[in-house]
């Protein structure tokens, strides 16, 4: 079955009081729990803030550490769900109960399977 990734954005300098902050909790085991019933859950997790990331890059043949996100975004990347779901229209699905769209956003990206070339357009992942 095909995978998808559902990767969750949010503001970077995050929208949410720490009231609001505290009951998102429930909803996103909400959502966890509908996932693990449809048989669609793989895994999912949430990240720490991107200002204790450390980001790794090699140039010309040295490696070099840097603290911090690599860019400045009015976004950041702040968890992920790995889905298995029959096409893209079910995870679009399930991307749209994400709590985060009200203030954040999720991305969808297939998984590559490896059987094939990569995808060149969005046609060609809506019939995979």
Same mark, same amino acid.
């Given at each position: 079955?095909?995978? @998808?990734? #559902? #990767?969750? %954005?949010? !503001? ?5 009081? !720490?009231?609001?902050?505290? &009951?998102?909790? !429930?909803?996103?085991?909400?959502? +966890? ?8 859950? =793989?895994?999912?997790?949430? #990240? &720490? ?11 010309? $043949? ?9 860019? &400045? +975004?009015?976004?950041? #990347?702040? $968890? @992920? @769900? ?7 229209? +079910? ?7 994400? !709590?985060?769209?009200? %203030?954040?956003?999720?991305? =969808?990206?297939? =998984?590559?399977?490896? +059987? ?13």
């Amino acid at each position: 079955m095909p995978q @998808y990734m #559902l #990767l969750i %954005y949010q !503001p970077a300098d995050s929208p949410l009081t !720490p009231e609001q902050f505290a &009951e998102m909790g !429930p909803r996103w085991d909400a959502f +966890t729990e509908s996932l693990q019933k449809a048989g669609a859950f =793989v895994a999912g997790d949430a #990240l &720490e803030r991107p200002d204790v990331a450390t980001t790794v890059r090699d140039r010309d $043949g040295q490696t070099q550490f840097t603290d911090g996100p690599f860019a &400045e +975004t009015k976004e950041v #990347l702040a $968890g @992920y @769900y790995l889905v298995d779901c029959p096409d893209l229209d +079910t995870a679009l699905e399930h991307a749209s109960r994400m !709590p985060n769209v009200t %203030y954040g956003s999720t991305e =969808v990206r297939p =998984v590559w399977d490896r +059987t094939g070339p990569m995808a060149t357009s969005r046609e060609r992942v809506a019939q995979a």
